[in-house]
């Protein structure tokens, strides 16, 4: 029922629009967002983001494939499955800009090796100066491990409710599925994506060389 879209007069921005295009291209070259997996969003206003459409290719979004989605109340049909979760980090943290999620090879394996405790943990490596606040490569980053569920809005509240009001780290990991990042502007987001993907790829690398 079209009277009960609540975003119908709500369009997308056209920045926003190509920002959302070019994370795409950008982590589809990287082969992070193989079979139209991965989302992508950015905030919008305080009540609004745009989020990704469902089953696209991310390394061809176009306009039509970016949809406006309230931040509170039912969601618009056609978007990804994977909304809610993106709808609940911006509610959570009003200073959530951009919101970016991928399948990569590397978050989808140590996300089962180490699902059993909870967290991957990546400890002295130059690249933890890709996250937000961190300044040295001395100390542990524990990047959280959610158990996957394809109830998404469940799946939702119960990762709001044990990161909380500040995480440690702009991002966490769904067991078996893949990497959440964010962070207060696209740019930030795409940093702390790449470098989290570089942190876990570098500890997939190690784990097999020890073997
Ligand atoms: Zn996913």
């Given at each position: 029922m079209l009277e009960s879209?609540?975003?119908?007069d709500l369009t997308v921005p056209a920045a926003v629009a190509l920002d959302l295009a070019a994370i795409g291209r950008f982590a589809s070259a990287r082969g992070w967002?193989?079979?139209t997996s991965g989302n992508f969003s950015c905030r919008i206003d305080a009540a609004h983001a745009a989020v990704t459409r469902s089953g696209i290719d991310k390394g061809n979004i176009r306009p039509e494939d970016v949809i406006a989605v309230p931040l509170s109340g039912a969601l618009p049909p056609g978007?990804?499955?994977?909304t809610p979760l993106h709808v609940a980090r911006y509610r959570h943290d009003a200073g959530i800009g951009a919101i970016l999620h991928v399948h990569t090879v590397a978050a989808t394996v140590l996300s089962r090796c180490d699902s059993a405790g909870g967290y991957v943990e990546l400890e002295?490596?130059?690249?933890?100066?890709?996250?937000?606040g961190v300044t040295t490569h001395e100390g542990t980053v524990r990047l959280p491990i959610f158990a996957n569920d394809q109830d998404t809005g469940r799946l939702a509240e119960r990762i709001e409710e044990a990161i909380?009001?500040?995480?440690?780290?702009p991002g966490y990991l769904l067991a078996g599925h893949g990497l959440y990042a964010w962070g207060a502007s696209m740019a930030d987001a795409q940093r702390h994506l790449e470098g989290l993907e570089f942190l876990l790829q570098c500890s997939l690398e190690e784990r097999r060389l020890r073997r």
């Open positions: 879209w609540p975003m119908l967002v193989p079979a978007v990804s499955a994977e002295g490596f130059e690249m933890h100066k890709s996250l937000r909380g009001a500040e995480p440690a780290v």
